[in-house]
């Protein structure tokens, strides 16, 4: 791995703090990224625990293989696989959201809208299409979709336009800058300090590797895996990521009842919401990153 692209990890005490509540219990690191959630819990987890993470990301697989510990293994699959380790098999599951500082600083990466490089945005650049290769033949009305709904983009429509000419003109797009260069033609308005191509960029990711979709298959394989008082915690870092874990939780939170039986039990609640935590004014100084971080804990309950 290229040393020069170093990570912060966003709220790493905060996080292992929430999580470990029996040290020499199985835990999981369900998004490895370049290991600082998984080398603190290693830290501190007693002489039996054990800890498995996940990633997709080669880079991480590789920097993994530096971790020596027995008492970890790394598994080089998207988090949506949680529930290949067994019903009520973990006391914990820590999910950190979002691409790592590497992806988005190394140009090769293609995340970049400040960096020229290649337009590729997939977290393993070994499978699956590259965001160049889907704008190179999906329809104008598919574009403006993803970049609506993914990007929550006000100007998809202008945006999904651009791209489609540019094609019929001069060929496809092949790379970050001239994807950020037909954005900024085509937003007319920003927010100060933003760049016109962040929603777009953003969008594309999250659609070319089904971000949301996974989110949402590995919060219910999480909820399987869990013990009763295991513990889940997950950073997210957009609107889109932190709705879908807030509804999530809230909806395990509660008391089911059957309409349709209406002197039947409730079912019973599956999670309690435990903490809504936030980067202090210190991380997010030392780690501009970190300023849209939010860590949601729940705990499984007994049913």
Known sequence: MDTRWQHTTVLLNEAVQALLTKPDGIYVDATFGRGGHSRLLLSRLGPHGRLVAFDKDPEAIEEAARITDPRFSIRHQGFRALGELGPASCSGVLMDLGVSSPQIDNPARGFSFRNDGPLDMRMDPTRGESVAEWLATAEQGQIAEVIRDYGEERFAGQ??????????????????AELAQLVAGAVKTREPGQDPATRTFQALRIFINAELEELQEALGAALDILQPGGRLAVISFHSLEDRIVKQFIASHSREVVDRRVPFAAPKPMKLRALDRIKPGAAEVAANPRARSAILRVAERTEA
């Not at 791209?163 to 790379?175: H, I, N, Y």
């Open 159 to 176: 945006i999904a336009k651009a791209v489609v000419a540019r094609r019929q003109e001069r060929g496809p797009l092949a790379t970050t």
